[in-house]
């Protein structure tokens, strides 16, 4: 199949797997295969049912970054092609590796730029994601990672798709060249202390030499692990609806009566659903073997890239970590001794609390010292006609999640608990009159 063919029967199939909006947004570098990229798309336009534009994000560290940009603009200029350009400047003493960081700059800019049911396209190609199914490999990844890149995948509200990932290298080649196109070679790429450079010269031509044909094998592979993949998060779904209780907490006895391989599976999804990360073999290992079979009484826990897993009464709790903040009693402190205004009470780093006028039933707010704060334990509340309860109690028949109640912002009036968060406010706050009560209004960050 030819470039040309190949990239309209990837623009059928994103149509068939996902709905879209109608503005197609082209991610160029100015490299060779996002040039090619773009003018597949402005020579086939008429065939595609979108609104073309393009984005190029300049990271500043090349000192050609300029030279760069400016060849993008004239050729989108020359195209017709609308272009956003961001501009960067990246904090190289993080540790964390240039490559990385320029990555994820890139799409904290696209996300930020895009809008929903938008998509973006980038020009990945079948060496890019052999390169990454073997650096996966060599990392010791399982499935996931052996499926390298997605051809599409979630970006924001928005939907990112790769339309040369099955395409040659070769064939980007023959294309830029019989097109004429212009185009820079990014200096970095030479650099071979960068691992994917590395690969790209060191190790795929010597590959190519005993498999010439081993990038589309790979890339056979990947989309094999990608299917194995789906299947085993369908599998981990179903063996988390006997294990995971309503409340969001694992029952160990339910987890343990699995064979060894599906509690990995079963917790593994479990952190990725609730945490949005994903889970180390050996952060699975470690929970299985220290945590899960602690001593009944023992009450031991784990910290986890900002989250805390702990064992209490039989199970497994996912928790945010603590910080410091959310260890005051209270985040904000506001005297109230007339009514009208009040000023928005915030919870650092989880939301904050606005009052709105409403009519009744709604509450009063008397004069006095205004706070919020998460639960320490012990607080009771009267919600309107009921008897007085233990918070706790109440809590716990709600369906909300252990995590969540960590987190619950109560409202405090002197040292009166006034209101809780998906809960209600207690019947002593209760507005008697007419249009002059007040309706809390949690809002999260
Ligand atoms: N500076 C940039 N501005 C706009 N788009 C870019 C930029 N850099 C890369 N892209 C897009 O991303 C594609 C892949 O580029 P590259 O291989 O350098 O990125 P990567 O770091 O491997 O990205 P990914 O995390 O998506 O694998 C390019 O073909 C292009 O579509």
């Known amino acids: 199949m030819d470039l040309q063919a190949l990239f309209l029967s990837s623009i ?6 996902r709905p879209c909006g109608r503005r197609l947004t082209i991610a160029v570098s100015g ?40 060849h ?28 990385e960081l320029a990555r994820d700059a890139r799409y904290s800019c696209f996300i930020e730029l895009l809008r929903p049911h938008d998509v973006l ?19 010791g990844s399982g499935p996931r990672g052996l499926a390298g890149i997605p051809q599409g995948r979630e970006l924001g509200e928005s939907w990112v798709w790769r339309p040369l990932l099955n395409a040659e290298s070769v064939k980007l080649d023959q294309y830029a060249r019989g097109r004429q196109l212009c185009w ?26 005993h498999w010439p044909d081993w990038q589309r094998s790979v890339g056979r592979s990947a989309q094999l692990c ?25 029952d160990i006895r339910a987890l343990q009566s699995l064979p060894t391989t599906h509690q990995y599976l079963v917790l593994r999804h479990w952190l990725e659903s609730a945490a949005g990360k994903w889970p180390s073999q050996k952060l699975l290992r470690t929970l299985l073997q220290e945590i899960v079979t602690a001593s009944k009484h ?10 805390q897993v702990r064992r209490e009464f039989g199970k497994l709790l996912l928790m945010p970590e603590q910080d410091e903040n959310s260890q005051l009693p209270s985040a904000t402190r506001w005297l109230r001794s007339t009514d009208g205004f009040f000023p928005p009470l915030v919870l650092p780093g989880n939301g904050c609390l606005e009052m709105r006028q409403v009519s009744t039933p709604a509450m009063t707010l008397p004069a006095g010292q205004y706070r919020i704060s998460y639960r320490q334990g012990g607080e009771k509340i009267r919600l309107p006609g009921r008897p007085q309860r233990a918070l706790k109690k109440i809590l716990q028949e709600t369906r909300m999640p252990v995590s969540q109640r960590q987190r619950l912002p ?23 009159e007419q249009a002059s009560g007040w309706l809390p209004v949690w809002l999260k960050e």
């Open 72 to 99: 993008v603009y004239t050729v989108c200029q020359n195209y017709g092609v609308p272009l956003t350009v961001r501009h960067l400047q990246l904090d190289t003493s993080t540790g964390q590796s240039p490559e």
């Open 12 to 17: 059928d199939e994103l149509s068939r797997v």
């Open 298 to 307: 023992a009450q031991p826990s784990l910290q986890w890239q900002g989250w």
């Open 31 to 70: 490299g060779r295969d996002s040039m090619v990229l773009l003018d597949l798309c402005v020579q086939l336009a008429d065939r595609l049912p979108f609104e073309l534009s393009a984005i190029h994000v300049n990271h500043g560290w090349s000192v050609n970054a300029a030279l760069w940009e400016q």
């Open 121 to 139: 396209l980038t020009a990945h190609h079948q060496a890019d994601q052999a390169e990454t199914v073997l650096l996966n490999l060599l990392r």
């Open 410 to 432: 109560l409202l405090w009036v002197d040292d009166q608990l006034a209101w809780v968060a998906g809960v209600g406010f207690d019947e002593q706050f209760l507005c008697h």
């Open 226 to 250: 990608r299917d194995l993949d789906r299947l085993t998060v369908d599998l981990a779904r179903h063996g988390l609806d006997g294990v995971v209780s309503e409340d969001g907490a694992v």
């Open 184 to 209: 820079f070679d990014d200096e970095s790429n030479l650099d071979g202390r960068y691992r994917r450079n590395f690969i790209r010269q060191s190790i795929a031509p010597l590959l190519s030499t």
